[in-house]
């Protein structure tokens, strides 16, 4: 019995769905946001939190 990936479900996927997927199988993610060409808000998304987590880590950081 050979074992395929279905795109069928990936097809559905949301952009939230796709920024997860890309952390632990970034092929099937990237398969997943081929057909939709509408990559942007996964990366927003990432590049939003990877700026609110870095404003809040200097905010608490006290330097003095």
């Not at 997860?20 to 057909?35: C, H, K, V, W």
């Not at 939709?36 to 987590?53: C, E, F, N, S």
């Amino acid at each position: 019995m050979e074992l395929t990936k279905s795109t069928d479900t990936a097809s559905n996927a949301s952009p939230v769905s796709a920024l997860g997927t890309m952390f632990y199988d970034p092929s099937r993610a990237f398969a997943m946001l081929e057909p939709k060409r509408h990559a942007w808000p996964p990366l927003v998304l990432l590049i939003v939190t990877a700026m609110a987590l870095m404003t809040w880590y200097f905010n608490v950081v006290d330097f003095a």
